[in-house]
């Protein structure tokens, strides 16, 4: 029946009322519903009577809120709540609210759930799920489909509805509980539990349901009518509520008074619990809500809070739904006040007090105040949650990892531990045995007066006694309080009612069992001589039976609290059954004041008129007397936390199957472990990081600091090395690892973390008990040793007791085992295989960084640096790291590292700042070093630009057990801690300066380091256990001698460092005011029971605050840069200079792209400029301009320059690594200015050239013109009188030629003729003229030796050597390289310098005729340069061209002997003089007869015979002047089209080309690489030697044949380009035709009219000169003449659109000069020991140091040991890590080693020469394959200490050229 019906029906006879609520989704409503389609007639439903034969009355409620009251006229039977599958959970709590507020508790005794859902759907988990409510009844359930239709469904349904009436006593619900106050009685909006509940009705103020009255009441009146009705029941419920009564059970309304027998009974009791246990729900609920937290799942995860948040403010009180953070994360920095936050009293509903109303001031109004209730004492107000609430909150809600990090902080605060703990929703008894299971403790035992014996146990495995306080009934004394004062009387361990915060009301404690170990120090102050477990069951233990029952039992002596004893109570029947167990018992009587009594074991204090501090010495008395007492009718047990999982009643966590199946898969490994000693697991099942790993760190250490027989000794470690990868990867890997690997692999990700955690804990106990056994038997060795050593005696059984005290040290070290070592292991077997195999041959290694990676970014530590080797695995680290950015992206991070002295507090302090997971014990806590990383919370993201921070804990300095190493070892661990970090914290123990000494020495060095390298981390100081931080003078006076010894320090270190600096500050970003920080003690006592002292967390939450406000300003390091940054790093600080070794490869990554870049600007600012070139060269040919100024170029080159300045703004802003770039930003975008400047003065001079050339030639171009116009007239004169005449084609033939002869000379009569040139005679006359005899130049002429010269043998033109050095002896242990380099000098190089750079030998008896054959080579070509340079072409011939040439050769000559200290014969000057002039003697002859074509007029007149002979026919043939003309302007168009498409298509080509060319389109390096790559293909011998001697001019030769191969191999292409160039063109010259006749007919102009607009349109495009075409008076048809010159230029077209190379070559430019102008204008510098070239794009990079990637074996040089014809084959990247010397110059008297090569000169100095591992097999195969070649080349022997090794001749073309391509990564 519907509820909105107005029906009253005040009686009927149906036998069942049913009453229907819930979610109207839970049902489909219609005719085919049995359920609520009724017969409205009959008010029951037929078809229910038709199914189970009584009349049922269905009210229908679903849908229906706002209910405030229901009066009852009928009694109801059962109430169906309808549900939903799918949100079934939360739609039965949310009705089971519903129920409760509108109709009162006792209707859930009449409730019957029902979960509907669709046809089909499978239900099985529904009851799975609602079993965990605790209100659930299985026996009332009942699933059926949501249409109700299903005749079967309803019929069970009925029928376990009539049962349950059966079973109800009485079986009908009579009226509803209603009462409260209008707020009290709210109904519950459904959108709370997020779902619609009861929304389709509203009540109104009157509305009736049949049997039912409905109306609003609110308030005392709701109440008064309520209690009127129900009567004294209903008050003494009322009154039960009110006094906030949890364990008295909730009666039914209405019931009769009479049991219905013993079955009754216990139905009822069952049922008061349920809705006792509802009650408590919902309460814990409202609790959960308050608090923020979410009961149920998902849980919260570690995940969550660890992460980096905003700094905590201590000292500020929290809001309510801040309580669960505040406790957490205060927590985690071991605050252990984090139980008594303080709660904003404003955050409460109701404050706590309010103002008392004015009156008057007399005494009675005062009393009547003070003797009165409470105004508001019947008003409700909200208390804040009880601390332990928030404690045991946070723990429900908390997933088992997070109770386990939980759990471990509580330990440390030395706070007792949940051990039982029930679940507040479905009342089961839960054992967190996960979450001891990283707590270990330590104590030491004492017995009697013998020497303590130390234990560090897991306290999961701890074999303890325990002691188990209860409280029987409620008690004016506090049981936690008397435990406190047994265990640590100065610290509340258990929390206990006069704690602060503490309240009344307290939820989710009682029935919580506390556990806590008391573990004693060894000393005469400990208050138990062992171990013990205290544990303590909150509550009354009277009403906890199953708590209180396990207790008992686990219990070794058990103490009750109880008010007094009475046989007859409840209380005194528990205590005589404890009194018949054999286990000891004391009671605690408090209102007993009598003394101490016992019997066997049996206790009874009274503690009335007793202080607590007695009763506590008397019941320390008692509990040590018990347990070590020797009774044997006292039965003694042991307890143990493991244990906890025998007792079926109780649910220990660990029963999860994810922690399940992670326990058996940790447990399969570490059964592999049995029978095996710890201390040698690693060498039995870790081989990969055994002898073989130590053994390859130290031949790579080795490798790095080569001494000796420098390539040899290289190559024999690399092929060591190699041996060593080879070995590992032979090794098949161990059963642990395939384990390992493969679990975490399959496992799901729970169990994965599970199996990681159990690893961990079952390893970490393995270790911990073997170093527990060794340092025992370290304890007794060290006191038999120092007892023979006090007694003086010296034998032999002293030395042996030390020998083995030695060997026991030993052992402890190599005892340690855990998870890092099986990480390490995956690490090196990845490294092994990645090394030998590359990517080629995949495996399971393969996968080996992506599961590292995964624990990465899950919060797991990983290990950066080896701890064992001291080595860091840079391709394990790399190929994680890809991993993780593979996962997460390119983040950015901030890398916090820490360093400090061993053992000094570094990795508790990250801990506790940042909730990291760092091992922390005693000793050496931490070898190597370990990142973790943690995320920034969403909250404070927006202030940083990073995303998360990554710490890196590092070991510690000043390690005994690293004594003999430790100082090489922490400079090494110091500058790599400081140079890896953003910020280094520096922690210190203590506060004096002596502590500090070392420590801030090592800080001071590895700051300077990284300042000279370029890197500017932070740092903070942090001083430890400070006892008084918070004396401000202390602190200054602190701060000041702390500054002092820093600068003290650094102006030393700068002296060493040859830096200048003064303040520590000078290097490091420091400030004294603010990055120092004194931190308080970490314990507060003494341990182990001491807690962490809140003054520590105090400051670790300033010192994070301060790093987070620092880090701000930080723009971090992306994972990729840091990647990159480790591997450089380290392979600086394998070499013994870390400064010169240092090489920063992401700055050199992202300093190639910029030169890319900034090649691609300057192309684009030549490319515009080299078009404005050739429309200006065209104005100038023209005659449009004679005067050019800079400003014209620059305002056309603007716009396109403004373009790239704009497109440099966006590269430096815009780059992904713009912090990386901006140091370079001003140097490029001056740069960009000055190639600008330079390439518009370049234009303007070349165009001023021009000009001057134009201006030169006037007169001749004015004769030429004037001669052109005589031909025409003649022509056209002679061609008028033959025009009527027949003549044959030899007739017209002869007649022109007659004619011709005629024309030329009379043109030419006053023309006189050019004269030949006599260059022989000349140079013979300029040579006499510098001394040298006739007869030596007619002698060296005709013999014609210097046609050889450049092949001969020098030394015959030596004269005399005035200074012969003798030779030295080495500085080394072998002879010195003192060296000699045989190289050709680059086109922009003077002699002088090639000369410096190559005349560095000392020690060299005599000059090497391979120098010589060098310094020819370069006078030659400087020589052939320098006049080629002159304008022989354009100005003509001049003998003084030949003069200047022959003393520049004279005066090169005289530097050589003053540099080799010696002199030349005549005959060397002669020879050389002959021989340049040979190589320059063509050119001059071919110049001058190119000068003589363009001047002499009978040449230029010879050279137009053919073109006015053609003019002359087409007169002849009657053509028309318009004809002519037109003819006449193609041929003078024709040349200039070509030129000027050919010179666009050479301008397109180098643009095509420098875009698509791989060669072209990089930087300099990436040109240098495609030569080499051309050299190896080709191999060529010549080639490479000209590469080394003359690189400019083999790059340029590269760029030449690329170019052609480009034309050849694409010759169609090239021809489209050309012919859309001759298009563009001849549209240009069509449209300019058109525009000038068009132009002239509207003037109305003539041909001279015509013809200057015509040159005007052309002017910028091409070259037109109409001053020759003056005599063409008679055209007028503009229109024909327009028509007739576009047909023949259609001719032209077609024959210029054929490509043709020699086209090319006489374009104005060539594409191989634009690109040799674009690409080789950079730095050519060579190093002054390999001469390889310097690869940096730009010209003059200066401040910066001229590299090259790969630097060549000084062999190819020509360098060779000093005193022998040996080749010197080192490498210089070799030489400058090892301990050789060199002599810088030839008269040097010192020589100057390696490793300071900068100090021997400025060509030294402006090197950067790192150190280089890489194998460079380029020119290893280089040297190898020509070896013969170089051998003849030099007359030098790869023989003795020049041999070459045997890895060299093992390297294939193919690896040479592929290792090419490394030089561009």
Same mark, same amino acid.
Request: hydrophobic share 35%; net charge negative; with cysteine.
């Given at each position: 029946?519907?509820?909105?019906?107005?029906?009253?029906?005040?009686?009927?006879? &149906?036998?069942?009322?049913?009453?229907?609520?819930?979610?109207?989704?839970?049902?489909?409503?219609?005719?085919?519903?049995?359920?609520?389609?009724?017969?409205?007639?009959?008010?029951?439903?037929?078809?229910?009577?038709?199914?189970?034969?009584?009349?049922?009355?269905?009210?229908?409620?679903?849908?229906?809120?706002?209910?405030?009251?229901?009066?009852?006229?009928?009694?109801?039977?059962?109430?169906?709540?309808?549900?939903?599958?799918?949100?079934?959970?939360?739609?039965?709590?949310?009705?089971?609210?519903?129920?409760?507020?509108?109709?009162?508790?006792?209707?859930?005794?009449?409730?019957?759930?029902?979960?509907?859902?669709?046809?089909?759907?499978?239900?099985?988990?529904?009851?799975?799920?609602?079993?965990?409510?605790?209100?659930?009844?299985?026996?009332?359930?009942?699933?059926?489909?949501?249409?109700?239709?299903?005749?079967?469904?309803?019929?069970?349904?009925?029928?376990?509805?009539?049962?349950?009436?059966?079973?109800?006593?009485?079986?009908?619900?009579?009226?509803?509980?209603?009462?409260?106050?209008?707020?009290?009685?709210?109904?519950?909006?459904?959108?709370?539990?997020?779902?619609?509940?009861?929304?389709?009705?509203?009540?109104?103020?009157?509305?009736?349901?049949?049997?039912?009255?409905?109306?609003?009441?609110?308030?005392?009146?709701?109440?008064?009518?309520?209690?009127?009705?129900?009567?004294?029941?209903?008050?003494?419920?009322?009154?039960?509520?009110?006094?906030?009564?949890?364990?008295?059970?909730?009666?039914?309304?209405?019931?009769?008074?009479?049991?219905?027998?013993?079955?009754?009974?216990?139905?009822? +009791?069952?049922?008061?619990?349920?809705?006792?246990?509802?009650?408590?729900?919902?309460?814990?609920?409202?609790?959960?809500?308050?608090?923020?937290?979410?009961?149920?799942?998902?849980?919260?995860?570690?995940?969550?809070?660890?992460?980096?948040?905003?700094?905590?403010?201590?000292?500020?009180?929290?809001?309510?739904?801040?309580?669960?953070?505040?406790?957490?994360?205060?927590?985690?920095?071991?605050?252990?006040?984090?139980?008594? =936050?303080?709660?904003?009293?404003?955050?409460?509903?109701?404050?706590?007090?309010?103002?008392? @109303?004015?009156?008057?001031?007399?005494?009675?109004?005062?009393?009547?105040?003070?003797?009165?209730?409470?105004?508001?004492?019947?008003?409700?107000?909200?208390? @804040?949650?009880?601390?332990? &609430?928030?404690?045991?909150?946070?723990?429900?809600?908390?997933?088992?990892?997070?109770?386990?990090?939980?759990?471990?902080?509580?330990?440390?605060?030395?706070?007792?531990?949940?051990?039982?703990?029930?679940?507040?929703?479905?009342?089961?008894?839960?054992?967190?045995? /996960?979450?001891?299971?990283?707590?270990?403790?330590?104590?030491?035992?004492?017995?009697?007066?013998?020497?303590?014996?130390?234990?560090?146990?897991?306290?999961?495995?701890?074999?303890?006694?325990?002691?188990?306080?209860?409280?029987?009934?409620?008690?004016?004394?506090?049981?936690?309080?008397?435990?406190?004062?047994?265990?640590?009387?100065?610290?509340?361990?258990?929390?206990?009612?006069?704690?602060?915060?503490?309240?009344?009301?307290?939820?989710?404690?009682?029935?919580?069992?506390?556990?806590?170990?008391?573990?004693?120090?060894?000393?005469?102050?400990?208050?138990? #001589?062992?171990?013990?477990?205290?544990?303590?069951?909150?509550?009354?233990?009277?009403?906890?039976?199953?708590?209180?029952?396990?207790?008992?039992?686990?219990?070794?002596?058990?103490?009750?609290?109880?008010?007094?004893?009475?046989?007859?109570?409840?209380?005194?029947?528990?205590?005589?059954?404890?009194?018949?167990?054999?286990?000891?018992?004391?009671?605690?009587?408090?209102?007993?004041?009598?003394?101490?009594?016992?019997?066997?074991?049996?206790?009874?204090?009274?503690?009335?008129?007793?202080?607590?501090?007695?009763?506590?010495?008397?019941?320390?008395?008692?509990?040590?007397?018990?347990?070590?007492?020797?009774?044997?009718?006292?039965?003694?047990?042991?307890?143990?936390?493991?244990?906890?999982?025998?007792?079926?009643?109780? +649910?220990?966590?660990?029963?999860?199957?994810?922690?399940?199946?992670?326990?058996?898969?940790?447990?399969?490994?570490?059964?592999?472990?049995?029978?095996?000693? =710890?201390?040698?697991? +690693?060498?039995?099942?870790?081989?990969?990081?055994?002898?073989?790993?130590?053994?390859?760190?130290?031949?790579?250490?080795?490798?790095?600091?080569?001494?000796?027989?420098?390539?040899?000794?290289?190559?024999? $470690?690399?092929?060591?090395?190699?041996?060593?990868?080879?070995?590992?990867?032979?090794?098949?890997?161990?059963?642990?690892?395939?384990?390992?690997?493969?679990?975490?692999?399959?496992?799901?990700?729970?169990?994965?973390?599970?199996?990681?955690?159990?690893?961990?804990?079952?390893?970490?106990?393995?270790?911990?008990?073997?170093?527990?056994?060794?340092?025992?038997?370290?304890?007794?060795?060290?006191?038999?040793?120092?007892?023979?050593?006090?007694?003086?005696?010296?034998?032999?059984?002293?030395?042996?007791?030390?020998?083995?005290?030695?060997?026991?040290?030993? $052992?402890?070290?190599?005892?340690?085992?855990?998870?890092?070592?099986?990480?390490?292991?995956?690490?090196?077997?990845?490294?092994?295989?990645?090394?030998?195999?590359?990517?080629?041959?995949?495996?399971?290694?393969?996968?080996?960084?992506?599961?590292?990676?995964?624990?990465?970014?899950?919060?797991?530590?990983?290990?950066?640096?080896?701890?064992?080797?001291?080595?860091?695995?840079?391709?394990?680290?790399?190929?994680?790291?890809?991993?993780?950015?593979?996962?997460?992206?390119?983040?950015?991070?901030?890398?916090?590292?820490?360093?400090?002295?061993?053992?000094?507090?570094?990795?508790?302090?990250?801990?506790?700042?940042?909730?990291? *997971?760092?091992?922390?014990?005693?000793?050496?806590?931490? %070898?190597?070093?370990?990142? *973790?990383?943690?995320?920034?919370?969403?909250?404070?993201? +927006?202030?940083?630009?990073?995303?998360?921070?990554?710490?890196?804990?590092?070991?510690?300095?000043?390690?005994?057990?690293?004594?003999?190493?430790?100082? *090489?070892?922490?400079?090494?661990?110091?500058?790599?801690?400081?140079?890896?970090?953003?910020?280094?914290?520096?922690?210190?123990?203590?506060?004096?300066?002596?502590?500090?000494?070392?420590?801030? *020495?090592?800080?001071?060095?590895?700051?300077?380091?990284?300042?000279?390298?370029?890197?500017?981390?932070?740092?903070?100081?942090?001083?430890?256990?400070?006892?008084?931080?918070?004396?401000?003078?202390?602190?200054?006076?602190?701060?000041?001698?702390?500054?002092?010894?820093?600068?003290?320090?650094?102006?030393?270190?700068?002296?060493?460092?040859?830096?200048?600096?003064?303040?520590?500050?000078?290097?490091?970003?420091?400030?004294?005011?603010?990055?120092?920080?004194?931190?308080?003690?970490?314990?507060?006592?003494?341990?182990?029971?001491?807690?962490?002292? @809140?003054?520590?967390?105090?400051?670790?939450?300033?010192?994070?605050?301060?790093?987070?406000?620092?880090?701000?300003?930080?723009?971090?390091?992306?994972?990729?840069?840091?990647?990159?940054?480790?591997?450089?790093?380290?392979?600086?600080?394998?070499?013994?200079?870390?400064?010169?070794?240092?090489?920063?490869?992401?700055?050199?990554?992202?300093?190639?792209?910029?030169?890319?870049?900034?090649?691609?600007?300057?192309?684009?600012?030549?490319?515009?400029?080299?078009?404005?070139?050739?429309?200006?060269?065209?104005?100038?040919?023209?005659?449009?301009?004679?005067?050019?100024?800079?400003?014209?170029?620059?305002?056309?080159?603007?716009?396109?320059?403004?373009?790239?300045?704009?497109?440099?703004?966006?590269?430096?802003?815009?780059?992904?690594?713009?912090?990386?770039?901006?140091?370079?930003?001003?140097?490029?975008?001056?740069?960009?200015?000055?190639?600008?400047?330079?390439?518009?003065?370049?234009?303007?001079?070349?165009?001023?050239?021009?000009?001057?050339?134009?201006?030169? /030639?006037?007169?001749?171009?004015?004769?030429?013109?004037?001669?052109?116009?005589?031909?025409?007239?003649?022509?056209?004169?002679?061609?008028? #009188?033959?025009?009527?005449?027949?003549?044959?084609?030899?007739?017209?033939?002869?007649?022109?030629?007659?004619? /011709?002869?005629?024309?030329?000379?009379?043109?030419?009569?006053?023309?006189?003729?050019?004269?030949?040139?006599?260059?022989?005679?000349?140079?013979?006359?300029?040579? %006499?003229?510098?001394?040298?005899?006739?007869?030596?130049?007619?002698?060296?002429?005709?013999?014609?030796?210097?046609?050889?010269?450049?092949?001969?043998?020098?030394?015959?033109?030596?004269?005399?050597?005035?200074?012969?050095?003798?030779?030295?002896?080495?500085?080394?242990?072998?002879?010195?390289?003192?060296?000699?380099?045989?190289?050709?000098?680059?086109?922009?190089?003077?002699?002088?310098?090639?000369?410096?750079?190559?005349?560095?030998?000392? %020690?060299?008896?005599?000059?090497?005729?391979?120098?010589?054959?060098?310094?020819?080579?370069?006078?030659?070509?400087?020589?052939?340069?320098?006049?080629?340079?002159?304008?022989?072409?354009?100005?003509?011939?001049?003998?003084?061209?030949?003069?200047?040439?022959?003393?520049?050769?004279?005066?090169?000559?005289?530097?050589?002997?003053?540099?080799?200290?010696?002199?030349?014969?005549? $005959?060397?000057?002669?020879?050389?003089?002959?021989?340049?002039?040979?190589?320059?003697?063509?050119?001059?002859?071919?110049?001058?007869?190119?000068?003589?074509?363009?001047?002499?007029?009978?040449?230029?007149?010879?050279?137009?015979?053919?073109?006015?002979?053609?003019?002359?026919?087409?007169?002849?043939?009657?053509?028309?002047?318009? =004809?002519?003309?037109?003819?006449?302007?193609?041929?003078?168009?024709?040349?200039?089209?070509?030129?000027?498409?050919?010179?666009?298509?050479?301008?397109?080509?180098?643009?095509?080309?420098?875009?698509?060319?791989?060669?072209?389109?990089?930087?300099?390096?990436?040109?240098?690489?495609?030569?080499?790559?051309?050299?190896?293909?080709?191999?060529?011998?010549?080639?490479?030697?000209?590469?080394?001697?003359?690189?400019?001019?083999?790059?340029?030769?590269?760029?030449?044949?690329?170019?052609?191969?480009?034309?050849?191999?694409?010759?169609?292409?090239?021809?489209?380009?050309?012919?859309?160039?001759?298009?563009?063109?001849?549209?240009?010259?069509?449209?300019?035709?058109?525009?000038?006749?068009?132009?002239?007919?509207?003037?109305?102009?003539?041909?001279?009219?015509?013809?200057?607009?015509?040159?005007?349109?052309?002017?910028?495009?091409?070259?037109?000169?109409?001053?020759?075409? $003056?005599?063409?008076?008679?055209?007028?048809?503009?229109?024909?003449?327009?028509?007739?010159?576009?047909?023949?230029?259609?001719?032209?077209?077609?024959?210029?659109?054929?490509?043709?190379?020699?086209?090319?070559?006489?374009?104005?430019?060539?594409?191989?000069?634009?690109?040799?102008?674009?690409?080789?204008?950079?730095?050519?510098?060579?190093?002054?020991?390999?001469?390889?070239?310097?690869?940096?794009?730009?010209?003059?990079?200066?401040?910066?140091?001229?590299?090259?990637?790969?630097?060549?074996?000084?062999?190819?040089?020509?360098?060779?040991?000093?005193?022998?014809?040996?080749?010197?084959?080192?490498?210089?990247?070799?030489?400058?890590?090892?301990?050789?010397?060199?002599?810088?110059?030839?008269?040097?008297?010192?020589?100057?080693?390696?490793?300071?090569?900068?100090?021997?000169?400025?060509?030294?100095?402006?090197?950067?020469?790192?150190?280089?591992?890489?194998?460079? @097999?380029?020119?290893?195969?280089?040297?190898?394959?020509?070896?013969?070649?170089?051998?003849?080349?030099?007359?030098?022997?790869?023989?003795?200490?020049?041999?070459?090794?045997?890895? /060299?001749?093992?390297?294939?073309?193919?690896?040479?050229?592929?290792?090419?391509?490394?030089?561009?990564?």
């Amino acid at each position: 029946m519907d509820a909105s019906a107005t029906t009253d029906v005040d009686k009927t006879d &149906d036998d069942l009322i049913i009453v229907l609520f819930g979610d109207t989704s839970s049902i489909e409503s219609g005719t085919k519903n049995i359920l609520i389609n009724q017969d409205e007639h009959t008010e029951f439903s037929s078809k229910l009577y038709d199914l189970c034969g009584r009349r049922i009355s269905v009210i229908n409620l679903i849908g229906l809120r706002d209910i405030n009251e229901i009066t009852l006229n009928k009694k109801i039977n059962a109430f169906l709540l309808l549900i939903s599958y799918g949100p079934h959970v939360s739609q039965y709590i949310s009705g089971l609210q519903w129920l409760e507020k509108t109709f009162g508790r006792a209707a859930i005794y009449y409730l019957m759930t029902v979960v509907t859902h669709n046809s089909g759907e499978k239900c099985e988990d529904i009851f799975k799920d609602l079993k965990v409510c605790d209100s659930f009844i299985e026996k009332r359930y009942h699933t059926c489909t949501r249409t109700m239709s299903v005749p079967e469904e309803i019929a069970d349904l009925l029928i376990k509805v009539q049962t349950m009436v059966s079973n109800n006593n009485p079986p009908c619900f009579t009226g509803l509980i209603c009462g409260g106050s209008k707020e009290q009685n709210k109904d519950l909006e459904p959108e709370s539990v997020g779902h619609n509940l009861m929304e389709s009705s509203v009540v109104k103020k009157k509305q009736t349901v049949p049997g039912y009255h409905f109306s609003v009441a609110t308030g005392n009146e709701a109440l008064k009518s309520e209690a009127e009705r129900e009567g004294p029941a209903n008050e003494q419920r009322a009154q039960s509520e009110e006094n906030h009564n949890d364990n008295a059970a909730m009666k039914t309304v209405g019931t009769s008074a009479t049991s219905s027998g013993q079955n009754g009974e216990k139905s009822q +009791k069952d049922l008061d619990k349920v809705v006792q246990n509802s009650q408590h729900q919902r309460d814990t609920q409202t609790l959960l809500s308050r608090l923020q937290l979410q009961g149920g799942s998902p849980k919260m995860s570690p995940g969550k809070f660890l992460q980096v948040g905003p700094p905590l403010k201590l000292n500020q009180d929290a809001s309510e739904k801040d309580l669960a953070y505040f406790f957490l994360h205060r927590l985690i920095m071991l605050d252990y006040r984090a139980r008594y =936050v303080p709660v904003e009293q404003d955050s409460l509903d109701v404050t706590c007090s309010k103002p008392v @109303p004015g009156s008057d001031d007399s005494d009675d109004s005062d009393s009547e105040f003070f003797f009165s209730a409470g105004a508001d004492s019947n008003q409700p107000h909200q208390t @804040p949650p009880h601390p332990m &609430d928030v404690q045991m909150a946070v723990f429900h809600c908390s997933d088992n990892f997070l109770r386990q990090v939980m759990i471990t902080k509580l330990s440390q605060c030395q706070y007792a531990l949940p051990l039982l703990v029930p679940d507040p929703f479905t009342t089961e008894i839960e054992c967190p045995l /996960w979450a001891f299971r990283q707590i270990t403790k330590t104590w030491k035992v004492t017995k009697g007066d013998s020497q303590a014996t130390m234990k560090n146990i897991p306290i999961s495995k701890a074999e303890t006694p325990l002691v188990s306080f209860f409280r029987l009934g409620s008690l004016s004394v506090s049981k936690s309080q008397l435990m406190n004062s047994l265990i640590n009387d100065r610290h509340s361990t258990f929390f206990h009612r006069h704690c602060p915060g503490s309240t009344k009301t307290r939820l989710l404690l009682d029935g919580v069992a506390e556990i806590t170990w008391y573990c004693p120090a060894g000393k005469p102050s400990d208050a138990f #001589n062992n171990c013990i477990a205290f544990c303590n069951l909150h509550g009354d233990a009277l009403m906890i039976e199953k708590q209180r029952d396990i207790l008992m039992e686990k219990s070794s002596v058990n103490v009750v609290m109880v008010q007094n004893l009475h046989k007859d109570d409840r209380s005194g029947k528990l205590i005589s059954a404890l009194l018949k167990s054999k286990k000891p018992l004391i009671c605690l009587l408090v209102d007993d004041d009598g003394a101490v009594e016992s019997k066997k074991g049996k206790y009874k204090m009274g503690l009335k008129a007793r202080n607590q501090a007695d009763v506590s010495v008397e019941l320390k008395r008692i509990i040590q007397g018990l347990l070590s007492s020797g009774d044997p009718s006292i039965l003694k047990t042991t307890f143990q936390l493991e244990t906890m999982t025998e007792n079926s009643e109780i +649910k220990v966590d660990e029963s999860d199957n994810a922690c399940q199946n992670g326990k058996s898969a940790a447990e399969e490994i570490v059964h592999l472990f049995e029978n095996t000693d =710890v201390s040698s697991i +690693k060498d039995d099942f870790l081989s990969y990081q055994g002898h073989l790993w130590l053994k390859w760190c130290k031949t790579n250490k080795e490798l790095h600091r080569l001494t000796g027989n420098i390539e040899n000794d290289k190559s024999e $470690k690399e092929r060591e090395l190699t041996q060593i990868r080879r070995q590992q990867c032979d090794t098949s890997c161990s059963e642990l690892m395939r384990l390992f690997t493969e679990n975490l692999s399959k496992l799901q990700p729970r169990e994965q973390e599970y199996f990681l955690k159990w690893t961990q804990i079952l390893t970490d106990a393995l270790s911990a008990d073997c170093i527990s056994s060794i340092l025992q038997s370290y304890d007794n060795k060290w006191s038999e040793v120092m007892a023979l050593r006090k007694s003086h005696d010296k034998s032999k059984k002293l030395e042996k007791m030390e020998t083995e005290l030695e060997l026991l040290s030993k $052992k402890l070290q190599s005892a340690t085992f855990g998870l890092e070592h099986i990480f390490r292991e995956m690490g090196q077997i990845h490294e092994a295989h990645k090394t030998i195999h590359g990517d080629n041959k995949p495996g399971d290694w393969c996968g080996y960084p992506k599961l590292a990676a995964d624990l990465l970014i899950s919060g797991y530590p990983l290990e950066l640096l080896d701890g064992d080797a001291g080595h860091v695995p840079v391709k394990w680290i790399s190929s994680v790291f890809d991993e993780v950015i593979r996962k997460l992206g390119d983040l950015k991070v901030f890398v916090l590292s820490v360093l400090g002295l061993q053992s000094s507090g570094k990795s508790t302090m990250l801990n506790a700042m940042f909730g990291l *997971q760092f091992a922390v014990s005693a000793g050496r806590c931490t %070898k190597g070093a370990f990142m *973790q990383l943690v995320k920034i919370s969403e909250e404070i993201k +927006k202030d940083f630009n990073f995303d998360y921070l990554l710490a890196v804990d590092a070991e510690g300095l000043r390690a005994l057990e690293l004594e003999s190493t430790t100082l *090489q070892h922490d400079n090494e661990l110091a500058t790599f801690v400081v140079g890896v970090g953003n910020m280094t914290l520096i922690n210190i123990f203590g506060e004096t300066p002596a502590e500090m000494q070392d420590i801030l *020495q090592i800080v001071v060095q590895a700051s300077m380091r990284m300042k000279k390298i370029k890197l500017s981390p932070s740092c903070v100081f942090v001083h430890q256990n400070v006892t008084d931080v918070a004396a401000a003078e202390k602190n200054m006076d602190g701060r000041r001698r702390l500054q002092e010894k820093l600068d003290q320090m650094t102006q030393l270190a700068a002296k060493e460092e040859e830096c200048t600096a003064n303040r520590f500050s000078d290097v490091i970003a420091f400030n004294i005011e603010t990055d120092v920080k004194y931190f308080a003690q970490l314990w507060e006592g003494s341990p182990p029971m001491a807690p962490p002292n @809140p003054g520590y967390s105090e400051s670790v939450q300033e010192l994070k605050a301060h790093i987070l406000s620092k880090a701000s300003e930080s723009n971090g390091i992306r994972l990729s840069h840091l990647k990159v940054h480790i591997q450089d790093l380290w392979d600086a600080l394998l070499n013994e200079n870390f400064v010169f070794s240092f090489k920063n490869t992401q700055e050199i990554a992202e300093y190639r792209k910029l030169e890319t870049e900034y090649g691609n600007w300057t192309w684009a600012i030549r490319d515009n400029l080299l078009t404005i070139e050739n429309q200006l060269h065209n104005r100038i040919d023209n005659g449009d301009l004679d005067k050019l100024e800079s400003s014209n170029i620059t305002t056309e080159t603007s716009k396109p320059y403004e373009e790239v300045k704009e497109a440099m703004v966006r590269y430096f802003e815009e780059e992904k690594n713009k912090e990386i770039l901006v140091q370079w930003r001003g140097r490029f975008e001056s740069k960009i200015k000055e190639f600008h400047e330079e390439q518009v003065g370049t234009i303007k001079r070349k165009l001023d050239g021009v000009i001057k050339q134009k201006s030169a /030639w006037k007169m001749m171009d004015d004769m030429k013109a004037d001669f052109e116009n005589k031909l025409l007239q003649k022509s056209k004169n002679i061609a008028q #009188n033959l025009k009527n005449k027949s003549k044959g084609e030899a007739e017209l033939q002869h007649a022109f030629n007659t004619d /011709w002869e005629m024309w030329v000379n009379d043109l030419t009569k006053n023309t006189k003729p050019f004269e030949d040139i006599e260059l022989d005679n000349d140079l013979f006359l300029i040579l %006499k003229e510098i001394g040298m005899e006739e007869k030596l130049i007619k002698e060296c002429k005709e013999s014609g030796t210097y046609q050889h010269i450049n092949t001969g043998k020098y030394l015959d033109y030596v004269k005399t050597n005035y200074h012969n050095e003798t030779s030295g002896k080495s500085q080394s242990d072998e002879t010195e390289n003192n060296v000699t380099n045989k190289q050709t000098k680059s086109a922009n190089v003077n002699l002088k310098a090639v000369l410096k750079q190559y005349l560095k030998i000392s %020690k060299v008896p005599l000059v090497d005729q391979t120098q010589i054959k060098q310094i020819i080579d370069i006078v030659s070509k400087e020589s052939v340069e320098l006049m080629k340079q002159k304008p022989v072409a354009t100005r003509g011939y001049q003998s003084t061209y030949l003069q200047e040439m022959v003393h520049s050769i004279k005066d090169n000559v005289a530097m050589l002997e003053s540099e080799l200290k010696c002199v030349f014969k005549k $005959k060397f000057t002669v020879d050389l003089v002959l021989y340049v002039f040979d190589l320059v003697k063509n050119w001059l002859s071919e110049s001058q007869q190119k000068f003589k074509l363009d001047n002499d007029a009978f040449c230029y007149l010879e050279s137009r015979k053919n073109h006015y002979y053609n003019i002359f026919q087409i007169y002849c043939k009657g053509s028309s002047s318009v =004809v002519v003309l037109s003819e006449l302007i193609c041929e003078k168009l024709r040349p200039s089209i070509a030129k000027a498409a050919y010179t666009k298509t050479a301008l397109a080509l180098a643009r095509e080309m420098k875009c698509n060319v791989p060669a072209f389109s990089g930087n300099r390096l990436n040109l240098e690489t495609h030569v080499l790559r051309s050299l190896a293909e080709r191999e060529d011998f010549d080639e490479f030697i000209n590469y080394i001697q003359n690189p400019r001019e083999q790059v340029e030769s590269f760029i030449k044949a690329e170019v052609q191969r480009y034309i050849n191999t694409g010759h169609e292409k090239v021809e489209i380009m050309l012919q859309r160039n001759v298009k563009g063109i001849y549209s240009v010259v069509s449209q300019a035709l058109h525009t000038a006749t068009e132009k002239v007919k509207i003037q109305r102009g003539d041909i001279n009219t015509w013809l200057s607009e015509l040159s005007l349109l052309l002017k910028d495009q091409l070259k037109f000169d109409s001053a020759s075409l $003056k005599d063409f008076s008679d055209v007028h048809d503009f229109d024909f003449l327009c028509k007739e010159a576009g047909k023949k230029l259609n001719s032209v077209k077609k024959q210029i659109s054929r490509f043709s190379d020699e086209e090319m070559k006489n374009s104005r430019q060539t594409p191989e000069q634009i690109l040799i102008e674009q690409l080789c204008r950079c730095c050519w510098v060579k190093c002054p020991f390999c001469s390889a070239v310097c690869t940096n794009t730009l010209q003059d990079h200066s401040p910066d140091d001229h590299s090259v990637p790969f630097h060549r074996s000084c062999a190819l040089s020509g360098m060779f040991h000093a005193n022998t014809r040996h080749m010197y084959i080192n490498f210089c990247t070799s030489d400058v890590s090892s301990d050789r010397t060199f002599f810088p110059k030839r008269e040097s008297r010192r020589p100057v080693p390696y490793k300071l090569y900068r100090k021997a000169g400025p060509e030294f100095a402006s090197w950067r020469i790192t150190p280089d591992e890489s194998k460079l @097999p380029y020119w290893k195969w280089v040297v190898c394959r020509f070896k013969n070649n170089l051998e003849k080349y030099y007359k030098l022997k790869f023989e003795g200490l020049g041999y070459i090794p045997e890895m /060299w001749k093992t390297i294939s073309k193919e690896e040479a050229i592929k290792s090419l391509d490394e030089m561009c990564q």
